[in-house]
T-cell receptor
Framework: KQEVTQIPAALSVPEGENLVLNCSFT??????LQWFRQDPGKGLTSLLL?????REQTSGRLNASLDKSSGRSTLYIAASQPGDSATYLC????????????FGRGTQLTVWP | NAGVTQTPKFRVLKTGQSMTLLCAQD?????MYWYRQDPGMGLRLIHY???????AKGEVPDGYNVSRLKKQNFLLGLESAAPSQTSVYFC????????????FGPGTRLTVL
């Protein structure tokens, strides 16, 4: 069974800091890994999708890396802003259970001015 | 494009009542999914559909039924609601099963008394 763990569970930083969110998964046989953002009371917004053949993806101040062999992904946020405050979720898609995303429990990020 | 929409946004039911949650997408996606999100449990897949007229069970299907009569709509039904079904329900869609990112709706907050 695929298990996804996100560390830390919560993070509070001052504005302007560069930060790293971690995601680990137990089964390296994945199709892709997706990072989401969830604001309180809202749905999930897709941030980055990394295919299993890729090592990283970038979008603006966000950079996500994937190391399948070690079962790890990191989301790097550069020059954090108060608007980045949200819960960040990591999810993996496995080849053996097509269609299902395995989610971590998220990292709750607070960026204070 | 509205993306993925869900109705209703909120609902309160009494134990034993029935209801249907509606999900609609305008992206011409083949694949649609229903998840539930509970505190401390993360998101879990209830049912999914790989195309019009087809459905499949996910991780936690008991107590729910689904239908996909039209490609753009995916309905989730609760025949006899139980307090354990109090949750936030999210619908998602994707172009393919594993290779493409999933897009999520805003969610339905359901309380069963």
């Amino acid at each position: 069974k695929q298990e996804v763990t996100q560390i830390p569970a919560a993070l509070s930083v001052p504005e302007g800091e560069n930060l790293v969110l971690n995601c680990s998964f137990t089964d390296s046989a994945i199709y892709n890994l997706q990072w989401f953002r969830q604001d309180p009371g809202k749905g999930l917004t897709s941030l980055l999708l990394i295919q299993s053949s890729q090592r990283e993806q970038t979008s603006g101040r966000l950079n996500a890396s994937l190391d399948k062999s070690s079962g790890r992904s990191t989301l790097y946020i550069a020059a954090s802003q108060p608007g980045d405050s949200a819960t960040y979720l990591c999810a993996v898609a496995r080849g053996s259970t097509l269609g299902r995303l395995y989610f971590g429990r998220g990292t709750q990020l607070t960026v204070w001015p | 494009n509205a993306g993925v929409t869900q109705t209703p946004k909120f609902r309160v039911l009494k134990t034993g009542q029935s209801m249907t949650l509606l999900c609609a997408q305008d992206m011409n996606h083949e694949y649609m999914y229903w998840y539930r999100q509970d505190p401390g449990m993360g998101l879990r897949l209830i049912h999914y559909s790989v195309g019009e007229g087809t459905t499949a069970k996910g991780e936690v299907p008991d107590g729910y039924n689904v239908s996909r009569l039209k490609k753009q709509n995916f309905l989730l039904g609760l025949e006899s609601a139980a307090p354990s079904q109090t949750s936030v329900y999210f619908c998602a869609s994707s172009y393919s099963l594993s290779g493409n990112e999933q897009f999520f709706g805003p969610g339905t907050r359901l309380t069963v008394l």
